[in-house]
């Protein structure tokens, strides 16, 4: 179609599915006892140093299923809603390069270990959006191929490392259900979280942990009432939620203007193949689909088909955890927190872990739930936070144990200790550990409080009270809420509600 | 003094555990007669002399210190040279495999050695175990002893000429098609195939992932038997290898009187073709009327798909092969074509591959990446597979109404060298050995007496066949087939 013919554009719409990577932190490879370079423990092995007969595909060398790869996509499976396949097949994928050791790659075609799943996100348009799974199956990863020698010098020829090959590579597929470039990204941190939540990934993005591979086109609707759709682009091997939401952002104008020049449509062989430059924040066209391999797929005659039982099933359902969503939407109900706290708290596995331990010990110093988790909250994103990001070291690697925040939560909920001394004291404590009431004590943190005052508040509530007193006074502790109120409102609120309830059942004696 | 010809395996490892023989003499005596007969056979790629010996004299220490030195204590035992050795090179008889060194060894050849067996060395065969004449090797053909101017079969042709002519106790080789078979059948040897998972086949080379099995090519059943039970059994690390017990099959071989009361014994009519040599159903009837007297039933059954299992070996095998052999690139180890100024990897690939393999491995190989090619896989592969089904099928009804099926290893008795020029004629010497692969049963050539060519005795095969993981009464009957119809004789 030539451009003066074009239509005018009433309006686009994007679509975009996405296809995701992720590299399983098993301790050793998908199909051979060799160490995994996603395994924290070797990640920083030399070139070529993780690697056995099987990996370096050695005449006679055969595969064996690693379980626990297995178990890890299961997870993930069950976490994505996904139907978790009975039986599943692994199928070689056939092709020559000099970074694919067997000239083929063990993964799983027509018989995926999880399909047909969903998962909620906030959608950036309000809302939530459903974002359809299609499936999610194995396989193992290819090598490397660099240019650079050991300590950074250039090398003519090309030089191989199979230290990656072989690694467990759990690749998901979405449907093309996202409608805008926040969506996706807001999809992929979901699922990152959620990785990293279930243990199956370290979640470092510039190890290439996670790998993310969009499907974009755009529908077109012209003014005439015609509807256009350009052809599909994958953009591949994306690193960076940065460069995933650039990608995107960039096919999405992109496309319209190919169109608008082309007027190119979604069709056979026009589906085509993109990488993405980080420079200068555009996408590259790497190939079309018409010079697309014929990779030979067949099943795996080196391998038996994976059959899960019940038992093994439910073993691996016993060990999911509480998913990230669940327990941020229960952090907001339980603790009263904020949604954006909540967030920050649920983010890192580590942290959340942490916040759970800290809130534990304040409820066994005597804080009730709620109050312990909105304590220990406030001051490890406070106090916390700060001094996180001065020292570039995560909140619960700071130094302070979850007892001491807790003790200091405890401090600030019986009003010894001001906002200002808990933060003195969560610095103090990252330092050296200390009991924090003796430390609040010798630095002199304690609030000074007026205890005179409060009395003749407590009085004056007892007098302006009596049927409510007298219902304290004979067990019915329900009436305490009145007396209490009045104290707060005489102290025009400066008064520790906690306080004033302790004493005042002190005074009326109906404590239990 | 060692005596010549050399013992059967059993006789030389009861005498070496009882320390009546010792293994270094027992060896010498085998390195000897490589030495006089191996340059006219070309049935090793590589002899251990040195090693042999040293090992041979460990195991006379142990003996000697009242150590147990295993079930195959002096066995000199040659391995087919597509399983993994550390002991020198594993060349697949491939150029690109020339200077191949495995920095492992295969389970079967680990298993071999911790029963205190001597690996005497690697044996030649049809490059990558492709061929059924040993003629198809990178360093010159295999020849039969019983005449040299013939083949030895293939593709475990130097295993087999290996034991024919006395030039070891046993031989290792590899069955796809009837690699171990048929060169057994055409040499005078006893060739077992188990069942597929009943020997690891970690370490074997890949050619037909699917239906390869490492089996013994020994001179008597029971030393066949005795082997399998050393080299079988469950490997973690194959996949594919049974969990099912190999211990017994060598008692069970072994059991009984002789007879065969009991024993239903399936003739299939497609087994005794006209197409056979004459002397080759004659050799089956008479094998038949001896099982009888025996006490066994002879039962009538029909394996209508016998011959259609031909094409369906040539599709699957190379199907594998061709992603198998996708490895022999010539990157990280084997052949490298010299390269050349501004050549491509593509070129580098296409040339080292076009150097490094005979024109029969390229053949399957094109064949196989035909058949798996889009647009194609259906018609072929996935054809294939189901033929394969129905062929095992067919097997598990004929074993409702008999315990083995007896029949011939090979059309003919051995052919000349270079006489098969065509691929299609050479693939047909297979008809009656492909189909125990492709429906994983078991299968066992014995010697079946001899047909005179050109004045010169040349041994036949006979085949019983039995369900998959039923070694011990497949075994069992071959034994007695075997005391029936007296043993092959060395050739040399």
Not at chain 2, 191 to 210: D, I, Q, T
Not at chain 2, 221 to 246: C, F, H, K, M, P
């Amino acid at each position: 179609m030539a451009a003066n013919a074009t239509p005018r554009i009433r309006s686009t719409r994007l679509i975009v599915g996405l296809e995701i990577h992720v590299e399983l932190a098993t301790r050793t490879k998908m199909f051979s006892r060799a160490p995994s370079p996603a395994c924290p423990e070797f990640q920083d092995s030399e070139p070529n140093t993780l690697v056995d007969p099987v990996v370096a595909g050695l005449p006679g060398a055969l595969p064996v299923m690693n379980r626990r790869a297995v178990e890890m996509s299961a997870m993930v499976g069950m976490a994505l809603g996904c139907t978790i396949a009975r039986t599943s097949r692994w199928d070689r994928k056939n092709y020559f390069y000099p970074d694919l050791p067997k000239g083929y790659q063990i993964s799983q075609y027509d018989l995926p270990l999880c399909g047909d799943g969903a998962i909620d996100i906030p959608a950036a348009a309000g809302g939530t959006a459903r974002i359809g799974i299609i499936r999610a199956h194995l396989e193992e990863d290819t090598g490397k191929l660099g240019h650079e020698l050991p300590g950074g010098q250039r090398y003519e020829g090309s030089l191989v490392d199979l230290n990656r090959a072989g690694t467990p590579l759990l690749e998901i597929v979405t449907e093309p259900d996202f409608a805008c470039a926040e969506d996706v990204v807001t999809f992929a941190q979901e699922l990152r979280t959620l990785c990293m939540f279930l243990g199956v990934t370290e979640g470092v993005m510039q190890r290439g942990h996670m790998r993310f591979e969009p499907n974009i086109n755009v529908v077109i609707d012209t003014e005439d009432g015609r509807e256009y759709r350009t052809p599909v682009v994958e953009v591949k091997n994306l690193n960076s939620f940065r460069a995933l939401r650039g990608a995107i952002e960039h096919e999405a104008s992109r496309q319209v203007e190919a169109w608008l020049a082309d007027g190119r449509v979604m069709g056979p062989g026009a589906k085509s193949t993109r990488g993405w430059d980080d420079e200068r924040q555009v996408t590259l066209l790497q190939r079309e689909k018409e010079d697309a391999h014929d990779y030979r797929y067949f099943p795996d005659p080196d391998l038996v088909e994976v059959e899960i039982d019940e038992a093994w099933l439910e073993a691996i359902r016993a060990e999911l955890p509480e998913l990230p969503m669940a327990r941020r939407e229960r952090f907001v109900r339980e603790f009263g927190m904020l949604e954006k706290d909540a967030r920050v708290l649920v983010g890192d596995r580590e942290l959340c872990r942490f916040f759970e331990s800290c809130q534990q010990q304040a409820v066994t110093a005597g804080m009730p739930a709620p109050e312990a988790g909105a304590g220990v909250a406030k001051i490890l994103l406070n106090a916390g936070a700060k001094r996180s990001n001065e020292r570039g070291v995560a909140i619960h690697e700071l130094g302070i144990g979850p007892a001491r925040v807790a003790g200091i939560a405890k401090l600030r909920a019986d009003g010894a200790i001001d906002a200002q001394g808990g933060d003195a004291l969560f610095g103090i404590l990252c330092e050296r550990d200390e009991d924090p009431a003796a430390l609040a004590a010798a630095e002199g943190l304690i609030k000074v409080r007026d205890d005179a005052a409060m009395d003749r508040w407590i009085a004056e509530s007892i007098e302006a009270n009596a049927a409510a007193a007298e219902d304290v006074r004979s067990g019915k502790q329900a009436a305490i809420g009145r007396l209490v109120g009045h104290v707060m409102k005489a102290s025009g609120g400066a008064a520790d509600a906690k306080e004033v309830r302790e004493r005042m059942l002190e005074r009326l004696g109906g404590g239990a | 003094m060692v005596p010549d010809p050399p013992r059967e395996l059993r006789e030389v490892v009861a005498a070496v555990r009882s320390g009546t023989a010792s293994a270094e003499e027992e060896t010498r005596g085998i390195l000897d007669r490589i030495e006089r007969f191996d340059p006219g056979l070309n049935a090793f790629h590589e002899v251990f002399a040195e090693e042999a010996l040293a090992a041979a004299r460990e195991i006379d220490r142990r003996v000697a210190a009242g150590d147990d030195p295993g079930p195959l204590a002096g066995a000199v035992i040659a391995v087919k040279d597509n399983i993994a050795t550390t002991l020198g090179r594993t060349t697949c008889s491939s150029r690109m495999l020339e200077s191949w060194r495995s920095p492992f060894n295969a389970t079967c050849v680990e298993r071999l050695l911790a029963a205190g067996a001597i690996v005497v060395g690697k044996t030649n065969l049809d490059e990558f175990a492709m061929g059924s004449s040993g003629e198809h090797c990178a360093w010159g053909p295999v020849r039969n002893p019983w005449d040299p101017e013939r083949v030895p079969g293939g593709s475990s042709a130097g295993s087999a000429a290996a034991v024919a002519a006395g030039l070891c106790h046993a031989a290792l080789g590899s069955d796809t098609g009837g690699s171990i078979r048929q060169p057994a059948a055409f040499t005078g040897c006893v060739g077992l195939k188990p069942s597929y998972g009943r020997v690891s086949r970690y370490g074997l080379v890949a050619f037909g992932s699917s239906l390869d099995q490492v089996g013994p090519l020994t001179r008597s059943v029971a030393d066949a038997a005795l082997l399998l039970e050393v080299i079988g059994g469950n490997d973690r690390l194959d996949s594919t290898s049974a969990a099912t017990d190999v211990a017994g099959i060598a008692a069970a071989a072994e059991s009984g009187t002789g007879r065969l009361d009991g024993v239903r014994v399936g003739l299939p009519s497609e087994y005794l073709s006209d197409s056979n040599h004459p002397a080759v159903n004659e050799s089956v009837r008479a094998a038949a009327a001896a099982m009888e007297r025996l006490g066994a039933t002879l039962v009538e059954v029909h394996l209508p798909l016998t011959e259609i299992g031909i094409s369906t070996y040539y599709v699957i095998a190379p199907a594998e092969a061709s992603s198998n052999l996708a490895r022999f690139d010539g990157i990280r180890y084997g052949r490298r074509a010299e390269p050349r100024a501004g050549e491509d990897l593509e070129s580098i690939y296409a040339r080292s591959r076009g150097e490094g393999f005979g024109a029969e491995v390229q053949r399957r190989i094109m064949i196989g990446t035909y058949v798996l090619s889009a647009g194609y896989y259906d018609a072929y592969y996935r054809r294939a597979l189901q033929v394969r089904r129905l062929i095992g099928e067919e097997f598990a009804r004929a074993f409702t109404a008999c315990d083995v099926l007896l029949g011939p290893t090979a059309p003919t008795p051995a052919f000349k060298l270079g006489s098969q020029r065509d691929p299609l004629s050479m693939y047909l010497c297979d008809v009656y050995t492909v189909n125990a692969p492709i429906a994983g049963i078991c299968g066992v050539s014995v010697p079946g007496g001899f047909v005179e060519e050109d004045g010169k005795p040349l041994p036949m095969g006979l085949q019983l066949q039995a369900p998959a993981f039923a070694e011990g009464g497949l075994l069992r009957a071959a034994a007695c087939l075997e005391t029936a119809l007296g043993r092959c004789p060395l050739a040399c």
